[in-house]
């Protein structure tokens, strides 16, 4: 990420987490501790954050002033290796 301050700033509801969670064990008897979600929505958040920079980088490169679903389609697969 950039060396400013983001901009954008977000927040996953814990619900929504504990829910993405859930529908990913596929199992009702699993569940997701407290400190899990927690930790699951920190880093969902900072994906969202990352991909939000790379695609205003790449906006920036393109020398456009709005960020489109091409420049997210152009920064994903690297964003996805690098999460991995």
Avoid: Y
Wanted: charge should be negative; include cysteine; glycine fraction near 4%.
């Amino acid at each position: 990420m950039s060396k400013n301050k983001p901009i954008l700033k977000t927040k996953f509801k814990e619900k929504t987490v504990e829910e993405l969670l859930q529908s990913s064990l596929g199992d009702d008897k699993c569940k997701a501790s407290g400190d899990a979600v927690k930790l699951s929505g920190w880093l969902l958040e900072v994906f969202v954050l990352e991909a939000a920079e790379r695609a205003r980088s790449q906006a920036h490169v393109e020398n456009t002033p709005k960020i489109d679903t091409e420049h997210l389609e152009k920064i994903l697969p690297q964003l996805l290796l690098d999460f991995c």
